[in-house]
């Protein structure tokens, strides 16, 4: 049988809300694709396209930018500016030969652990439906 | 060595088990100990105990580490403590580094090659991120000794003492009339039997005359900014329609309107003036005129109270006034709602008169409630027999999962209070008696000998459908007694619901103006929910009481004392680091642009119009980073968080 193809992901956690959340899915012992590496960055407003983009170019196959649901930013609106930013670098990456499935931005809090699990599940499925990246010409 | 060698220390924690048991720790030490510029890697049972502590300081002074990196459990559980270590040690807190692999690896994962390898990349991210990590300054600020408590039930008035006491300043917001919350509403407090408002009504008029205690009723928080050690916040007193400073509370007003509407007080079993104060012993004793009845605010006549009013305080031209208080810390116990039964039909709440909640069976037998503390049916008769249903809307999936932990015990102190003052028999429907506090089983155990008939069932209908003659003119509650193993049918006069204790309905609002987050249940998230069950994730603010999760007396006042400590703390210390992990502006990338200007959520930055450049102010930034995300000339770096740091992490988890 065929190893099922393992997409690689970088998962951005705001600090406040998901990296909390995704805290709880651990704590809870809920298990989930182990395919998802996570980074800690203190807003969702702090991810810069640059650094989605350079996951993209370190070979990574699914980009997850997650923050407090809308209403709920520690800084107040920096998730409102994460979710413009993506909503444009989303429909640039179909130009650039990157499906724009593969960048997802969602709003996880930090009692939602069983949002995190069901999340990185679903996004592994569909990155396993999308398949391995075709090769972006520079 | 040079001053500007990276030496790098990688310590491994096997958590006992937790991490252990999943990542194969020697096959990760030995990877980490191949990264560059990692001077050692080693592993230990526990990082975070004493040995595990004295392991990286040792290591720090004889091999002359600069940088270290801990792989355990989550940063937001044990950062500040090997912080801590580090410092202590002579290396600058922001040359250390934690990688996450137990949250994020161990726990969440069952395939052990998996989990060794996620581990390791999560190590190497840290490595390679830490590579790049600078020292930063610490600065500290002052903290305002003042304390803002939101919320006057016991839990914001234990708190508001315990903090005043010592000498510190307290405001003391509460929204209703009069503080005293839902235990002044009580009846006689579980297991002891003593009445609610004897023990709290000396703490209420204490904190009304407490001269380090500012009581600011009848009124809101509306904005709140700032930080821990300086906040300010917005406070809206709603207009009264009574001058405080006139009023001297002697309640010929109340006595003197000629409208009576249902008291909220009372739950709805009984009524109250239209000018009013909730209940007798009111703190503060000055009524409220109650605009949404008020006929002289409907129609424009009567204003019989203002006749009436020797010292004129009546005034119906007075509006909401504003006013900021500066404090140090906030302490948020704004209680709980009772779940409305209406929405469970089968139980016939509305419905059928002698259908009561818990709350409002407390009224009845207040002796200083409408009924006199006489039990009595809505035709004014005395009831032959109650039953008292447990767990409604509480253990229910169609409503809440939760327990709500005190239901059990005022269902037995009700049972006792009935006994004591009718002949009527007792019904307890349980699903199971859940009496874990102190003296509670004994109390339980007393209840079983007075008589009590307890049914453990869920109950599945409350009905007047009569089938057997002796029903006639009774509620037949009908239950599966599971003990028996049978369907049973109960006919009684009265029937109490134990109903859930549930978030406040504006919990979430609440929650985005003191920046809290809810937990699943819908009440306030604490950080951390055994070892720090009073502060929040947000430094500062404190939650304590039912806003916090369902609690009885006992639990509350602990909680309350608590965060008084923690407050107090903070407050002796006199200072508060600020965090250094802040944005910075280089002029000289720097377009002027002013993108970042309109995106900062603190109005941090400023425009320097001689330079043409942006400048971010240190006090006000709070380090949230979107102009360092936003900067097209990339001026703006956000300390800690750097782009070359998050590369790096991106690269290392990468590889």
């Known amino acids: 049988m065929a190893v099922e193809y393992q997409p690689r992901m970088v998962g951005f956690l705001c600090n406040w809300c998901s990296y909390a959340g995704a805290d709880m899915a651990g704590t809870s012992r809920m298990t989930y694709p182990p395919n998802i590496r996570i980074i800690r960055v203190p807003c969702s407003g702090r991810v810069d396209p640059l650094l989605v983009m350079k996951s993209f170019e370190q070979g990574a196959d699914g980009v997850l930018v997650s923050g407090c649901h809308p209403g709920d930013c520690h800084y107040t609106e920096g998730n409102y500016h994460a979710r413009r930013r993506f909503a444009l670098l989303r429909s640039l990456l179909d130009f650039l030969g990157i499906e724009k499935e593969r960048l997802r931005v969602e709003w996880v809090s930090a009692s939602e652990g069983g949002r995190f699990k069901e999340l990185v599940s679903s996004f592994t499925e569909e990155l396993q439906r999308l398949g391995p990246r075709s090769e972006v010409s520079p | 060595m040079s001053m500007d060698e990276k030496r790098i220390g990688v310590y491994i924690c096997h958590c006992g088990t937790n991490i252990a048991g999943t990542v194969d720790i020697d096959a990760v030490t030995s990877y980490a100990r191949s990264l560059d510029s990692v001077v050692v890697a080693k592993d230990y049972r526990f990082m975070c105990s004493d040995p595990g502590q004295e392991l990286i300081r040792q290591d720090i002074k004889e091999l002359g580490l600069n940088r270290v990196v801990v792989a355990s459990c989550s940063p937001l559980m044990h950062e500040p403590t090997f912080r801590r270590v580090c410092e202590e040690t002579g290396v600058n807190r922001y040359l250390f580094q934690m990688a996450n692999i137990r949250e994020h690896a161990s726990w969440v994962t ?180 109650d605009r949404e009845n008020c006929v002289y605010f409907k129609k424009g006549t009567c204003r019989a109270c203002e006749k009436f009013c020797e010292v004129g305080a009546i005034d119906f031209e007075q509006t909401d006034r504003f006013e900021e208080v500066e404090v140090g810390n906030v302490i948020v116990a704004t209680g709980y709602d009772v779940m409305d039964p209406s929405p469970i039909a089968e139980y016939g709440y509305g419905r059928y008169d002698n259908v009561l909640t818990g709350i409002q069976f407390e009224r009845m037998s207040n002796a200083a409630g409408p009924t006199g503390g006489n039990i009595q049916l809505k035709d004014g008769s005395t009831p032959e ?203 000289e990338k720097c377009s002027g642009c002013k993108t970042c200007i309109l995106l900062c959520p603190y109005s941090a930055i400023s425009f320097d119009e001689e330079k043409k450049v942006s400048r971010i102010n240190e006090a006000l930034c709070k380090g949230c980073g979107v102009c360092a995300a936003a900067c097209p000339s990339a001026a703006i770096t956000a300390r800690h968080f750097t782009t070359e740091q998050i590369m790096a992490e991106i690269e290392g988890v990468l590889v």
């Not at chain 2, 869920?458 to 037949?476: A, Y």
């Open chain 2, 110 to 289: 069952e395939d052990k090659g998996e989990a060794t390898e996620k581990a390791k990349a999560l190590i190497s991210a840290a490595v390679r991120r830490i590579f790049y990590q600078e020292p930063l300054e610490i600065k500290e600020v002052p903290v305002n000794p003042n304390t803002l408590i939101v919320g006057g039930g016991i839990a914001g008035i234990q708190a508001a003492l315990e903090i005043a006491d010592s000498g510190s300043r307290v405001y003391l917001v509460e929204r209703e009339p009069s503080i005293g919350g839902h235990m002044i509403q009580l009846d006689k407090t579980f297991p002891t039997l003593d009445c609610s408002a004897c023990i709290l009504t000396p703490k209420m008029s204490d904190v009304g005359s407490h001269p380090n205690i500012e009581l600011i009723a009848y009124s809101e928080v509306e904005e709140i900014s700032g930080y821990v050690g300086n906040f300010k916040v917005k406070i809206r007193r709603k207009a009264r329609y009574v001058d405080e400073e006139k009023c001297t509370g002697c309640g010929i007003c109340q006595e003197k309107c000629p409208w009576k509407v249902p008291s909220e007080f009372d739950v709805g079993v009984g009524q109250r003036k239209v000018i009013y104060t909730p209940f007798p012993q009111a703190v503060p004793n000055i009524p409220v005129i």
């Open chain 2, 385 to 587: 027999s109650i039953a008292i249903i447990h767990c409604v809307g509480s253990r229910d999936e169609n409503y809440h999962e939760y327990c709500s932990r005190v239901c059990c015990m005022y269902a037995l102190k009700f049972s006792h209070l009935i006994k004591e003052k009718t002949d009527a028999e007792v019904y307890q429907m349980y699903i199971d008696m859940r009496c874990f506090g102190k003296g509670y089983e004994e109390f339980y155990h007393r209840l079983t000998e007075e008589g009590v008939k307890f049914v453990r069932g869920k109950v599945s209908q409350v009905t007047d459908q009569v089938i057997e003659e002796e029903e006639k003119g009774k509620l037949i509650l009908v239950v599966e007694d599971t003990l028996l193993g049978s369907v049973i049918r109960v006919p009684v006069d009265m029937v109490i619901l134990c109903t859930a204790i549930e978030a406040r309905s504006d919990a979430e609002q609440v929650a985005r103006l003191f920046s809290l987050s809810l937990s699943a249940d819908g009440f306030f998230l604490e950080r951390h929910p055994k070892l720090d069950p009073v502060a929040t994730m947000t430094d500062g603010i404190y939650v304590v009481g039912c806003c916090q999760g369902s609690k009885d007396i006992p639990d509350t006042v602990a909680q309350a004392s608590a965060a008084a400590a923690r407050v107090l703390a903070v407050i002796s210390k006199g200072k508060i680091e600020i965090e250094a992990a802040i944005a910075v502006a280089d002029e």
